[in-house]
Protein backbone atom coordinates (compact mmCIF):
# COMPACT_ATOMS: atom_id res chain seq x y z
CA UNK A 1 0.00 0.00 0.00
CA UNK A 2 1.66 3.16 -0.88
CA UNK A 3 1.25 5.97 1.58
CA UNK A 4 -0.35 9.28 0.15
CA UNK A 5 -1.53 8.03 -3.27
CA UNK A 6 -3.37 11.51 -4.00
CA UNK A 7 -1.79 14.27 -5.93
CA UNK A 8 -2.52 17.64 -4.10
CA UNK A 9 -4.37 20.49 -6.93
CA UNK A 10 -4.02 23.57 -5.18
CA UNK A 11 -5.56 25.20 -7.86
CA UNK A 12 -8.58 24.22 -7.37
CA UNK A 13 -9.21 26.94 -5.14
CA UNK A 14 -8.65 29.49 -6.87
CA UNK A 15 -8.93 28.61 -10.60
CA UNK A 16 -12.77 29.16 -12.31
CA UNK A 17 -15.39 28.61 -11.54
CA UNK A 18 -14.46 27.38 -8.45
CA UNK A 19 -12.58 30.18 -7.25
CA UNK A 20 -15.18 32.36 -7.16
CA UNK A 21 -17.91 29.84 -5.59
CA UNK A 22 -15.33 29.99 -2.44
CA UNK A 23 -15.14 33.66 -2.25
CA UNK A 24 -19.20 33.87 -2.62
CA UNK A 25 -19.08 30.96 0.45
CA UNK A 26 -16.84 32.87 2.81
CA UNK A 27 -19.22 35.97 2.12
CA UNK A 28 -22.00 33.87 2.44
CA UNK A 29 -20.71 32.27 6.00
CA UNK A 30 -20.00 35.74 6.82
CA UNK A 31 -23.43 38.06 6.50
CA UNK A 32 -25.24 34.97 7.66
CA UNK A 33 -23.67 34.83 10.67
CA UNK A 34 -23.71 38.30 11.22
CA UNK A 35 -27.41 38.82 10.54
CA UNK A 36 -28.01 35.96 13.17
CA UNK A 37 -26.31 37.66 15.47
CA UNK A 38 -28.14 40.91 15.15
CA UNK A 39 -31.23 39.12 15.40
CA UNK A 40 -29.59 37.18 18.57
CA UNK A 41 -28.46 39.97 20.29
CA UNK A 42 -31.76 42.23 19.98
CA UNK A 43 -33.98 39.48 20.95
CA UNK A 44 -31.67 37.86 23.57
CA UNK A 45 -32.16 41.30 25.20
CA UNK A 46 -35.61 41.18 25.34
CA UNK A 47 -35.50 37.76 26.59
CA UNK A 48 -32.88 38.89 29.56
CA UNK A 49 -35.44 41.72 30.61
CA UNK A 50 -38.81 39.17 30.22
CA UNK A 51 -36.34 36.69 32.48
CA UNK A 52 -35.53 39.41 35.07
CA UNK A 53 -38.65 41.12 35.07
CA UNK A 54 -40.89 41.54 38.18
CA UNK A 55 -44.15 39.63 36.47
CA UNK A 56 -44.30 35.81 37.60
CA UNK A 57 -45.59 34.88 33.97
CA UNK A 58 -43.37 36.93 32.20
CA UNK A 59 -40.26 35.69 33.67
CA UNK A 60 -41.37 31.78 33.50
CA UNK A 61 -42.07 32.71 29.51
CA UNK A 62 -38.35 33.97 29.30
CA UNK A 63 -36.67 30.87 31.12
CA UNK A 64 -39.16 28.43 29.31
CA UNK A 65 -38.23 30.32 25.98
CA UNK A 66 -34.28 29.89 26.92
CA UNK A 67 -34.38 26.20 28.01
CA UNK A 68 -36.24 24.88 25.33
CA UNK A 69 -33.69 26.60 22.92
CA UNK A 70 -30.76 25.65 24.82
CA UNK A 71 -31.66 22.02 25.22
CA UNK A 72 -33.21 21.25 21.38
CA UNK A 73 -29.58 20.32 18.92
CA UNK A 74 -29.36 23.50 16.74
CA UNK A 75 -29.62 21.26 13.73
CA UNK A 76 -33.24 19.81 15.09
CA UNK A 77 -34.47 23.59 14.78
CA UNK A 78 -33.38 24.07 11.52
CA UNK A 79 -35.10 21.52 10.65
CA UNK A 80 -38.21 22.82 11.91
CA UNK A 81 -37.65 25.93 10.37
CA UNK A 82 -37.26 24.86 7.46
CA UNK A 83 -39.50 21.99 6.80
CA UNK A 84 -42.13 22.05 9.35
CA UNK A 85 -42.74 26.10 10.11
CA UNK A 86 -43.71 26.85 6.46
CA UNK A 87 -46.65 24.23 7.19
CA UNK A 88 -47.77 26.37 10.02
CA UNK A 89 -48.60 29.36 7.98
CA UNK A 90 -52.00 29.74 5.93
CA UNK A 91 -52.42 27.87 2.62
CA UNK A 92 -52.08 31.60 0.19
CA UNK A 93 -49.17 32.43 2.45
CA UNK A 94 -47.14 28.96 1.96
CA UNK A 95 -47.86 29.42 -1.62
CA UNK A 96 -46.63 32.80 -1.57
CA UNK A 97 -43.60 31.83 0.37
CA UNK A 98 -42.76 29.29 -1.92
CA UNK A 99 -43.40 31.29 -5.42
CA UNK A 100 -41.45 34.12 -3.85
CA UNK A 101 -38.37 33.60 -1.59
CA UNK A 102 -36.01 31.32 -3.55
CA UNK A 103 -33.65 32.09 -0.78
CA UNK A 104 -35.89 30.28 1.98
CA UNK A 105 -32.78 28.07 2.83
CA UNK A 106 -30.71 30.98 3.89
CA UNK A 107 -33.47 32.90 5.76
CA UNK A 108 -34.79 29.79 7.30
CA UNK A 109 -30.97 29.70 8.86
CA UNK A 110 -30.91 32.85 9.70
CA UNK A 111 -33.93 32.66 11.69
CA UNK A 112 -32.58 29.56 13.29
CA UNK A 113 -29.31 30.76 14.18
CA UNK A 114 -30.52 33.93 15.50
CA UNK A 115 -33.10 32.32 17.83
CA UNK A 116 -30.51 29.41 18.70
CA UNK A 117 -28.33 31.96 20.03
CA UNK A 118 -30.78 34.52 21.40
CA UNK A 119 -31.02 31.98 24.39
CA UNK A 120 -27.32 31.67 25.27
CA UNK A 121 -26.80 35.55 24.54
CA UNK A 122 -30.04 36.08 26.78
CA UNK A 123 -28.16 34.06 29.66
CA UNK A 124 -25.04 35.94 29.01
CA UNK A 125 -26.71 39.63 29.98
CA UNK A 126 -28.38 37.55 32.83
CA UNK A 127 -24.90 36.69 33.96
CA UNK A 128 -23.72 40.15 33.31
CA UNK A 129 -26.57 42.01 35.24
CA UNK A 130 -26.08 39.60 38.22
CA UNK A 131 -22.31 40.10 38.08
CA UNK A 132 -22.83 43.39 39.36
CA UNK A 133 -22.29 44.17 42.96
CA UNK A 134 -25.96 45.23 44.24
CA UNK A 135 -23.96 48.10 46.18
CA UNK A 136 -23.56 49.76 42.76
CA UNK A 137 -27.96 49.92 42.50
CA UNK A 138 -28.15 50.95 45.94
CA UNK A 139 -25.32 53.95 45.84
CA UNK A 140 -26.75 55.27 42.19
CA UNK A 141 -30.22 55.31 44.14
CA UNK A 142 -28.75 57.08 47.20
CA UNK A 143 -27.32 59.70 44.77
CA UNK A 144 -30.99 60.37 43.62
CA UNK A 145 -31.15 59.16 39.44
CA UNK A 146 -34.11 57.16 38.44
CA UNK A 147 -34.11 53.47 37.77
CA UNK A 148 -34.17 53.96 34.05
CA UNK A 149 -30.52 56.83 34.94
CA UNK A 150 -29.21 53.81 37.05
CA UNK A 151 -29.61 51.47 34.38
CA UNK A 152 -28.22 53.97 31.80
CA UNK A 153 -25.15 55.57 33.33
CA UNK A 154 -24.17 52.86 36.03
CA UNK A 155 -25.27 49.47 35.53
CA UNK A 156 -25.64 48.77 31.49
CA UNK A 157 -21.86 50.61 30.98
CA UNK A 158 -20.65 48.38 34.13
CA UNK A 159 -22.41 44.73 32.06
CA UNK A 160 -21.02 46.05 28.88
CA UNK A 161 -17.67 45.77 30.08
CA UNK A 162 -17.97 42.55 31.66
CA UNK A 163 -19.89 40.82 28.85
CA UNK A 164 -17.05 41.27 25.92
CA UNK A 165 -15.73 37.89 26.81
CA UNK A 166 -18.84 35.89 26.74
CA UNK A 167 -20.29 37.73 23.95
CA UNK A 168 -17.66 37.39 21.56
CA UNK A 169 -17.01 33.41 22.64
CA UNK A 170 -20.61 33.31 21.55
CA UNK A 171 -20.47 35.25 18.70
CA UNK A 172 -17.45 32.56 17.68
CA UNK A 173 -20.00 30.08 18.40
CA UNK A 174 -22.80 31.43 16.03
CA UNK A 175 -20.26 32.26 13.34
CA UNK A 176 -19.22 27.82 13.37
CA UNK A 177 -22.88 27.27 13.82
CA UNK A 178 -23.07 28.95 10.72
CA UNK A 179 -21.62 25.54 9.10
CA UNK A 180 -24.83 22.98 9.91
CA UNK A 181 -27.00 25.98 7.27
CA UNK A 182 -25.53 23.41 4.83
CA UNK A 183 -27.88 20.24 5.69
CA UNK A 184 -30.90 22.46 3.93
CA UNK A 185 -28.69 23.67 1.37
CA UNK A 186 -27.69 27.19 1.69
CA UNK A 187 -24.30 27.47 0.05
CA UNK A 188 -21.83 28.82 2.62
CA UNK A 189 -18.38 28.06 3.04
CA UNK A 190 -18.54 24.20 4.70
CA UNK A 191 -21.53 23.18 2.09
CA UNK A 192 -19.24 25.53 -0.83
CA UNK A 193 -16.02 22.98 0.15
CA UNK A 194 -18.10 19.56 -0.22
CA UNK A 195 -19.83 20.53 -3.68
CA UNK A 196 -16.28 20.97 -5.31
CA UNK A 197 -14.98 18.29 -4.10
CA UNK A 198 -18.14 16.30 -5.99
CA UNK A 199 -16.72 17.78 -9.01
CA UNK A 200 -13.02 17.85 -8.46
CA UNK A 201 -11.95 15.24 -6.29
CA UNK A 202 -10.45 17.42 -4.50
CA UNK A 203 -12.04 17.81 -0.75
CA UNK A 204 -9.01 18.06 0.80
CA UNK A 205 -7.96 21.07 -0.89
CA UNK A 206 -10.96 22.49 -0.20
CA UNK A 207 -11.91 21.49 3.35
CA UNK A 208 -8.57 22.95 4.21
CA UNK A 209 -9.34 26.22 3.04
CA UNK A 210 -12.74 26.04 4.56
CA UNK A 211 -10.65 25.74 7.77
CA UNK A 212 -8.44 28.39 6.93
CA UNK A 213 -11.26 30.09 6.92
CA UNK A 214 -12.97 29.63 9.83
CA UNK A 215 -9.30 30.00 11.79
CA UNK A 216 -8.40 33.25 10.32
CA UNK A 217 -11.65 34.85 11.08
CA UNK A 218 -11.96 33.58 14.71
CA UNK A 219 -8.50 34.60 15.06
CA UNK A 220 -9.26 38.04 14.27
CA UNK A 221 -11.99 38.59 15.64
CA UNK A 222 -10.81 37.44 19.03
CA UNK A 223 -7.98 39.46 18.76
CA UNK A 224 -10.28 42.61 17.94
CA UNK A 225 -12.11 41.82 20.65
CA UNK A 226 -9.46 42.12 22.89
CA UNK A 227 -8.10 44.84 21.30
CA UNK A 228 -11.42 46.22 22.19
CA UNK A 229 -11.53 45.00 25.92
CA UNK A 230 -8.19 47.29 26.56
CA UNK A 231 -9.47 50.47 25.10
CA UNK A 232 -12.46 50.58 27.22
CA UNK A 233 -11.61 49.16 30.34
CA UNK A 234 -12.53 50.97 33.61
CA UNK A 235 -8.57 51.46 35.52
CA UNK A 236 -9.30 49.46 39.09
CA UNK A 237 -12.78 47.69 37.52
CA UNK A 238 -12.97 44.36 39.44
CA UNK A 239 -15.96 42.47 38.91
CA UNK A 240 -17.25 40.22 41.87
CA UNK A 241 -20.49 38.29 42.35
CA UNK A 242 -22.86 39.68 44.30
CA UNK B 1 -51.84 17.50 13.79
CA UNK B 2 -51.58 13.32 13.34
CA UNK B 3 -50.24 12.07 15.61
CA UNK B 4 -50.27 8.35 14.71
CA UNK B 5 -47.12 9.01 12.65
CA UNK B 6 -45.24 8.90 15.51
CA UNK B 7 -46.73 5.70 16.96
CA UNK B 8 -46.62 4.40 13.50
CA UNK B 9 -42.98 4.58 13.34
CA UNK B 10 -41.97 4.70 16.58
CA UNK B 11 -39.95 1.14 16.41
CA UNK B 12 -37.79 2.83 13.68
CA UNK B 13 -36.89 5.88 15.42
CA UNK B 14 -36.54 4.62 18.65
CA UNK B 15 -33.55 2.09 16.93
CA UNK B 16 -31.95 5.59 15.99
CA UNK B 17 -32.31 6.75 19.61
CA UNK B 18 -30.08 3.36 20.71
CA UNK B 19 -27.17 4.78 18.40
CA UNK B 20 -27.38 8.34 19.34
CA UNK B 21 -26.66 7.28 22.93
CA UNK B 22 -24.15 5.04 21.59
CA UNK B 23 -22.09 7.73 20.08
CA UNK B 24 -22.69 10.22 23.18
CA UNK B 25 -21.43 7.57 25.50
CA UNK B 26 -18.75 6.17 23.37
CA UNK B 27 -17.70 10.16 22.19
CA UNK B 28 -17.91 11.55 26.51
CA UNK B 29 -15.68 8.50 27.55
CA UNK B 30 -13.35 9.01 24.40
CA UNK B 31 -13.30 12.63 24.62
CA UNK B 32 -12.79 12.92 28.56
CA UNK B 33 -10.00 10.58 28.99
CA UNK B 34 -8.38 12.43 26.00
CA UNK B 35 -9.31 15.53 27.27
CA UNK B 36 -7.90 14.43 30.83
CA UNK B 37 -4.03 14.44 28.64
CA UNK B 38 -4.46 17.52 27.40
CA UNK B 39 -5.48 19.74 29.80
CA UNK B 40 -2.14 18.20 31.55
CA UNK B 41 -0.02 19.04 28.82
CA UNK B 42 -1.53 22.48 28.55
CA UNK B 43 -0.15 23.09 32.46
CA UNK B 44 3.20 20.90 31.37
CA UNK B 45 6.36 23.31 31.80
CA UNK B 46 7.95 21.31 29.15
CA UNK B 47 7.39 22.87 25.26
CA UNK B 48 7.15 19.27 23.68
CA UNK B 49 4.31 19.14 25.75
CA UNK B 50 2.69 22.33 26.31
CA UNK B 51 2.90 23.53 22.34
CA UNK B 52 1.00 20.61 20.46
CA UNK B 53 -1.62 20.31 23.19
CA UNK B 54 -2.12 24.18 23.17
CA UNK B 55 -2.18 24.20 19.30
CA UNK B 56 -4.30 21.13 19.17
CA UNK B 57 -6.87 22.57 21.30
CA UNK B 58 -6.96 26.38 19.39
CA UNK B 59 -7.37 24.19 16.30
CA UNK B 60 -10.32 22.30 17.38
CA UNK B 61 -12.06 24.90 19.21
CA UNK B 62 -11.66 27.42 16.05
CA UNK B 63 -13.95 25.09 13.63
CA UNK B 64 -17.15 23.99 13.36
CA UNK B 65 -17.86 20.43 14.46
CA UNK B 66 -19.47 20.00 10.85
CA UNK B 67 -15.65 20.42 9.34
CA UNK B 68 -13.87 18.64 11.50
CA UNK B 69 -16.37 15.32 10.28
CA UNK B 70 -15.19 16.32 6.71
CA UNK B 71 -11.64 16.12 7.38
CA UNK B 72 -11.40 12.63 8.68
CA UNK B 73 -14.16 11.76 5.96
CA UNK B 74 -11.74 13.22 2.79
CA UNK B 75 -8.44 13.04 4.92
CA UNK B 76 -8.84 9.44 5.94
CA UNK B 77 -8.72 7.86 2.14
CA UNK B 78 -6.01 9.77 1.81
CA UNK B 79 -4.15 8.50 3.85
CA UNK B 80 -5.24 4.81 4.54
CA UNK B 81 -6.34 3.92 1.18
CA UNK B 82 -10.01 3.32 1.38
CA UNK B 83 -12.88 4.89 3.39
CA UNK B 84 -13.99 4.72 7.11
CA UNK B 85 -17.79 3.62 8.24
CA UNK B 86 -19.64 5.95 9.16
CA UNK B 87 -19.91 5.08 13.03
CA UNK B 88 -16.46 4.60 13.14
CA UNK B 89 -15.44 8.43 11.41
CA UNK B 90 -18.41 9.43 14.05
CA UNK B 91 -16.97 8.75 16.95
CA UNK B 92 -13.50 9.37 15.70
CA UNK B 93 -14.34 13.43 14.76
CA UNK B 94 -16.68 13.53 18.21
CA UNK B 95 -13.65 12.76 20.58
CA UNK B 96 -10.89 14.37 18.78
CA UNK B 97 -13.51 17.64 18.65
CA UNK B 98 -15.17 17.73 22.26
CA UNK B 99 -11.60 16.63 23.79
CA UNK B 100 -10.43 20.16 23.29
CA UNK B 101 -13.00 21.08 24.80
CA UNK B 102 -13.35 18.98 27.81
CA UNK B 103 -9.20 19.47 27.89
CA UNK B 104 -9.98 23.35 29.14
CA UNK B 105 -13.14 22.53 31.41
CA UNK B 106 -10.50 19.95 33.06
CA UNK B 107 -7.75 22.79 32.62
CA UNK B 108 -10.12 25.30 34.48
CA UNK B 109 -10.76 22.75 37.36
CA UNK B 110 -7.03 21.41 38.01
CA UNK B 111 -6.35 25.17 38.01
CA UNK B 112 -8.66 25.83 40.86
CA UNK B 113 -6.80 23.66 43.47
CA UNK B 114 -4.20 25.45 45.07
CA UNK B 115 -0.37 25.25 44.44
CA UNK B 116 0.23 24.41 47.76
CA UNK B 117 -1.37 20.77 46.97
CA UNK B 118 1.15 20.53 44.00
CA UNK B 119 3.85 21.42 46.26
CA UNK B 120 3.19 18.91 48.95
CA UNK B 121 2.80 16.24 47.29
CA UNK B 122 5.96 16.45 45.21
CA UNK B 123 7.67 17.64 48.28
CA UNK B 124 6.33 14.08 49.64
CA UNK B 125 8.30 11.82 46.88
CA UNK B 126 5.42 11.30 44.72
CA UNK B 127 5.88 11.66 40.53
CA UNK B 128 3.72 13.64 38.43
CA UNK B 129 1.93 11.10 37.46
CA UNK B 130 1.06 10.23 40.99
CA UNK B 131 0.58 13.56 41.85
CA UNK B 132 -2.22 13.76 39.13
CA UNK B 133 -3.34 10.69 40.11
CA UNK B 134 -3.62 10.46 43.57
CA UNK B 135 -4.01 14.38 44.25
CA UNK B 136 -4.90 16.86 41.97
CA UNK B 137 -7.25 14.91 39.60
CA UNK B 138 -9.97 13.16 42.43
CA UNK B 139 -10.06 17.29 43.50
CA UNK B 140 -10.25 18.46 40.04
CA UNK B 141 -12.38 16.33 38.55
CA UNK B 142 -14.80 16.76 41.87
CA UNK B 143 -15.06 20.39 41.44
CA UNK B 144 -15.66 20.71 37.70
CA UNK B 145 -18.50 17.87 37.51
CA UNK B 146 -21.15 20.50 36.87
CA UNK B 147 -19.73 21.83 33.83
CA UNK B 148 -18.53 18.32 32.71
CA UNK B 149 -22.21 16.94 32.66
CA UNK B 150 -23.25 20.44 31.02
CA UNK B 151 -20.95 19.34 28.30
CA UNK B 152 -22.40 15.81 28.33
CA UNK B 153 -25.40 17.21 27.03
CA UNK B 154 -23.76 19.34 24.42
CA UNK B 155 -22.35 16.05 23.12
CA UNK B 156 -25.73 14.78 22.98
CA UNK B 157 -26.91 17.44 21.48
CA UNK B 158 -23.77 17.63 19.11
CA UNK B 159 -24.62 13.51 18.04
CA UNK B 160 -27.80 14.97 15.51
CA UNK B 161 -24.40 16.13 13.36
CA UNK B 162 -23.73 12.57 12.37
CA UNK B 163 -26.62 13.30 9.97
CA UNK B 164 -24.03 14.47 7.56
CA UNK B 165 -22.45 11.64 6.66
CA UNK B 166 -25.59 9.10 6.34
CA UNK B 167 -25.10 7.48 9.77
CA UNK B 168 -29.14 6.49 11.29
CA UNK B 169 -28.96 8.05 14.14
CA UNK B 170 -32.14 9.48 15.97
CA UNK B 171 -32.81 12.89 13.87
CA UNK B 172 -31.58 10.65 10.46
CA UNK B 173 -34.32 8.29 11.17
CA UNK B 174 -36.92 11.24 11.68
CA UNK B 175 -35.62 12.83 8.76
CA UNK B 176 -36.30 9.46 6.57
CA UNK B 177 -39.63 9.07 8.40
CA UNK B 178 -40.32 12.71 7.11
CA UNK B 179 -39.47 12.12 3.67
CA UNK B 180 -42.21 9.00 3.57
CA UNK B 181 -44.72 10.46 5.60
CA UNK B 182 -44.20 13.96 5.08
CA UNK B 183 -45.41 15.26 8.33
CA UNK B 184 -42.80 17.49 8.98
CA UNK B 185 -44.34 19.40 12.11
CA UNK B 186 -45.25 16.46 14.03
CA UNK B 187 -42.27 14.70 13.30
CA UNK B 188 -39.36 17.97 14.27
CA UNK B 189 -41.93 18.44 17.41
CA UNK B 190 -41.41 15.12 18.18
CA UNK B 191 -37.39 14.91 17.73
CA UNK B 192 -37.28 18.09 19.92
CA UNK B 193 -39.45 17.33 22.88
CA UNK B 194 -37.45 13.57 23.27
CA UNK B 195 -34.02 15.68 23.19
CA UNK B 196 -35.50 18.55 25.54
CA UNK B 197 -36.04 15.47 27.66
CA UNK B 198 -33.03 13.90 28.16
CA UNK B 199 -30.86 17.27 28.23
CA UNK B 200 -33.00 18.84 30.84
CA UNK B 201 -32.10 16.23 32.77
CA UNK B 202 -28.73 16.41 32.51
CA UNK B 203 -29.31 20.14 32.56
CA UNK B 204 -30.91 19.36 36.37
CA UNK B 205 -28.48 17.29 37.26
CA UNK B 206 -25.62 19.21 36.77
CA UNK B 207 -27.74 22.27 38.83
CA UNK B 208 -28.31 19.34 41.44
CA UNK B 209 -24.44 18.43 41.60
CA UNK B 210 -23.48 22.42 41.56
CA UNK B 211 -25.80 23.14 45.03
CA UNK B 212 -24.54 19.90 46.22
CA UNK B 213 -20.70 21.07 45.99
CA UNK B 214 -21.54 24.46 47.08
CA UNK B 215 -23.02 22.93 50.51
CA UNK B 216 -19.92 20.91 50.82
CA UNK B 217 -17.62 23.77 51.10
CA UNK B 218 -19.80 25.57 52.87
Known amino acids: MDLLSY ?37 GMVICICSVSS ?14 FRNTPFLVQLFFWYFAAPLLLPKPAQAWLYDHVPQYAYWAGVAALGTYTSSRVAEQFRAGLLAIPRDQYRAAYATGLTPFQTYRYVIVPYAFRIIIPPF ?64 VSIPGMIARGR | MDLSVIFRNFDFMFGGLILTFQLAVISIAGGLLLGIFLALARLSARPWLYYPATLYIHFFRGLPLILVIFWLYFLVPVVTGKAMDEFTAAVVSF ?18 ISTGQTMAAYAGGLTFF ?14 MTPALVTQAVVIFQDTSLAYVIGLREFLRR ?5 AREARSVELYLFAGLIYFLFCSAGAVLSRRLENCLQRDWA
Open chain 1, 168 to 231: TTEFLTCFKNSALTMTIGVMEITHTAYYIDSFTWHGLETTTAASLTYLCISGGVVLLMSLIEKR
Open chain 2, 95 to 112: IAFEAAYFAEIIRAGIQS
Open chain 1, 7 to 43: TFDWTVLWRAPYGAMLIQGIFTTIHLSLLAWAIAVLW
Open chain 2, 174 to 178: VNLVD
Open chain 2, 130 to 143: QCARHVILPQALRN
Open chain 1, 55 to 68: SRPVRFAGSAYVQI
